[in-house]
């Protein structure tokens, strides 16, 4: 095995533990948080920071499972777990207002988000074929190599959208944070929780990223030892 095949995967084994570790990490913090009151529910959050962004056309739901929050812009909806969505609590507040950072991003044309959003039809199809095409393309490399590259190309794609996505998220939690802070929701003792909640969340989109990054090597690797 070649030098940077190994290197390769000693980089995937070290993304994998630090991807259990960031997620142990998370719900432990989620947890702890959780028992730090507020004033208002998750959905009051979500509510309140819409209209005070002037934001009349988004609807806030309540949906089955844990830390399956997000924003659909198609269907303008902040989909907030039940946890979060009756939640009086910094981690229930700290989601709310960070779905709702999203919503404001879109709101003003955000143009990470512009860009995530432009990816997401490629990304769609790439998520269903990519796999079939990197493994027809492996067992055929030697007949028809473009075949692999093909693969590679759509993979690339997916790499570049984790990457994207990371500003699209840090910058949802700093407004989500800042926000907060001045509808006085949280003070100088629990600002930092709902930060630090934020934090460890967007490590999960860093880990994700990485992760990526070095399938995405691996196979690059296995392309160029081909040729």
């Known amino acids: 095995m070649e030098p940077s095949t190994i290197l390769i995967w000693v980089i995937s084994l070290v993304v994998m533990l630090l991807s259990s570790f960031v997620q142990r ?3 432990s913090r989620f947890e ?3 028992a730090i009151p ?3 529910s998750g959905a009051e959050v979500a509510q309140k920071m819409l209209q005070e962004h002037g934001i009349n056309d988004v609807k806030i739901v309540s949906i089955e499972g844990t830390l399956t929050d997000h924003y659909n812009p198609q269907t303008k909806t902040v989909n907030l777990s039940r ?4 939640g009086r609590n910094v981690s229930a507040a700290a989601v709310a207002s960070h779905e709702c950072g999203h919503v404001v991003q879109h709101a003003t044309g955000y143009a ?3 860009m995530r959003t432009a990816l997401v039809p490629v990304v769609n199809f790439a998520g269903k074929t990519v796999p079939w095409v990197l493994l027809a393309g492996v067992l055929l490399v030697e007949v028809f190599p473009q075949l692999l590259w ?3 190309a759509l993979f690339a794609v997916t790499t570049l959208f984790s990457f994207i996505t990371l500003p699209v998220e840090i910058n949802a939690s700093a407004r989500a944070v800042a926000w907060l802070e001045d509808a006085s929701l949280v003070d100088y003792a629990t600002r930092p929780m709902a930060k630090d909640a934020l934090k460890w969340a967007a490590y999960t989109y860093v880990i994700a990223a990485l992760g990526s990054l070095s399938t995405l090597l691996y196979y690059l690797s296995f392309a160029f030892r081909r040729n």
């Open 112 to 114: 990470p988000l512009r």
């Open 150 to 152: 093909a693969g590679i």
């Open 32 to 34: 702890k948080y959780t």
């Open 83 to 86: 946890d979060v969505y009756y």
């Open 25 to 27: 990490r998370l719900t």
């Open 38 to 40: 507020v004033q208002l």
